[in-house]
């Protein structure tokens, strides 16, 4: 059964229609990225998934859901610690600084703890922003271009540590990227996202625990070659 | 040491000149009086006493007008910025009223009120108002839209979304409106006091007019400046201390 269900769904900005129909399922703890020209709709899906803006058409998924988005939106006047806190005011104080404690680890930022998100570098803000989504417990996780500011050392980085935590916590992914690397690397699948519909999808079928290496590989290499012409088709 | 240098020789060089002019008999002494002479005055205020009380009242004003000015600013701000039925009902009025010079208002203020301290303070708070309402406004108006949709995910209270996110988002735009007020402020305790008072400086630089003491009324005016340098430094430091995430998200 799905987790995520998406029938005929469509956005409108004014006149100008961003999504049009467009149908998309995901299974529990699957991990889907979603890949596409700027202006393609991709932020904007993720945004009508959230229910944040109004769309026409049946979306059914979890309420439950963390976002991670692409200009972080870790507050700055809260510390890393504070920032995992928020939201959590209804647990006991016991179980706060326990969830803060494990997610602060999580993020390998338990000496940081302290800091505010300016003393901190991009990667670690964005490893915050992912702890902070996580320590409530959501059941879907949309990810928007997390990674778009960071260079490309990091990026690498940050998207094994992803791969790590998702082993570990399982939760289904939506993840949208301008990367194609990123996408193959780090997804069960991926759905290119153009003229406002999905228009073509690729099961990634590499094994896991998947690791750095096999960027290097031509499989790898002929799948990103496939998606590339997928999307400039 | 530098830094102090250039701070300091430059105040040094306008004592002396202005001490050389004044005795120098380019001026009329009683017109101009040097800066030796309005120490002197500045001295016999404080061992008089005069120089306590008028500041002690006249600080007392003003933090109570910028008090009250402020926090109906900031909550006002922050409800015509981001709740559209307070901005429709609300925001004509303040539109309304906020071209008047607050001077203007004293008058009509004496009126209603008199001339005690209750009047002083409502004057105040009425000029500080429009300034800290309007920077409220704009920085509750441009919070980053992922803050609002964060909070939306981590807490249903839109009681502490207001409170935890939407102030705190829209705090530098407070401080940079409540450092508009301060200056305000000062302005409007000096009229108010001009108009009607028997206490502050103000008052003392009114009487000393009268009585043509020009030597006690440019000590009261220095104090006057020193104080609101002073008031809004303190302002910046404490802000620095309260809230130092701003200073570091701004560099």
């Known amino acids: ?233 | 040491m530098k830094r102090f240098l250039w701070f300091i020789i430059p105040i040094i060089l306008t004592v002396v000149l202005w001490e050389v002019v004044s005795r120098g008999g380019f001026v009329s002494l009683a017109l101009f009086p040097p800066p030796s002479k309005v120490a002197a005055a500045l001295w016999e205020m404080v061992t008089a006493g005069t120089l306590f009380y008028d500041t002690r009242d006249s600080l007392g004003r003003l933090l109570a007008g910028l008090l009250i000015g402020s926090a109906v600013g900031i909550l006002m701000g922050l409800l015509t910025g981001r709740m559209k039925s307070f901005a429709n009902v609300l925001s004509p009025v303040i539109q309304i009223l906020r071209p008047l010079p607050p001077v203007a208002i004293i008058p009509l203020v004496i009126v209603w009120f008199g001339i005690d301290d209750g009047a002083k303070v409502f004057s105040i708070a009425f000029a500080v108002f429009f300034p800290v309402w309007i920077n409220t406004y704009i920085g509750a108006r441009q919070i980053p839209q992922a803050f609002l949709w964060s909070a939306q995910l981590l807490t249903s209270s839109s009681v502490k979304t207001f409170r935890d996110v939407v102030f705190p988002a829209a705090l530098p735009f407070v401080i940079a409106g409540i450092r508009n007020a301060i200056a305000i402020a000062f302005i409007m305790v000096f009229v108010s006091e001009l108009a009607g008072a028997s206490s502050g400086l103000g008052y003392r630089i009114s009487i000393t007019h009268l009585a043509y003491r020009i030597d006690e009324m440019m000590a009261a005016l220095f104090v006057l400046a020193a104080l609101g340098a002073l008031v809004d430094q303190l302002f910046v430091l404490g802000t620095r201390k309260v809230f130092p995430w701003i200073k570091l998200s701004s560099t």
């Open chain 1, 1 to 233: 059964m799905s987790h995520i269900s998406v029938n005929n769904v469509s956005v409108h900005y004014d006149s100008y229609c961003v999504l049009k129909g467009i149908a998309f399922e995901a299974s529990k703890g699957e991990f889907v990225a979603i890949i596409g020209k700027s202006g393609s709709g991709k932020t904007t899906f993720l945004h009508a998934l959230a229910r944040f803006i109004p769309f026409a058409g049946d979306i059914c998924a979890p309420k439950n859901i963390g976002m991670v988005f692409q200009h972080y939106a870790v507050f700055p006047w809260l510390t890393a610690s504070e920032n995992i806190a928020f939201g959590l005011g209804y647990k006991t104080e016991n179980e706060r600084a326990q969830i803060v404690r494990e997610h602060l680890s999580l993020a390998e930022l338990e000496e940081k703890k302290d800091k505010y998100p300016a003393e901190l570098s991009g990667g670690q803000v964005q490893r915050i922003a992912l702890a902070r989504s996580l320590a409530h417990n959501p059941e879907v996780l949309l990810m928007d271009e997390p990674y778009g500011a960071l260079d490309a050392y990091t990026r690498d980085k940050m998207q094994q540590w992803l791969l790590d935590v998702w082993a570990t916590h399982k939760k289904t992914v939506i993840f949208v990227t301008h990367n194609i690397e990123e996408a193959l690397f780090l997804a069960d699948r991926v759905l290119i996202l153009n003229h406002h519909k999905f228009t073509k999808e690729f099961t990634v079928p590499f094994a896991r625990p998947r690791r750095e290496e096999i960027k290097f590989t031509p499989e790898f290499n002929q799948l990103r070659k496939v998606i590339f012409e997928g999307i400039n088709g």
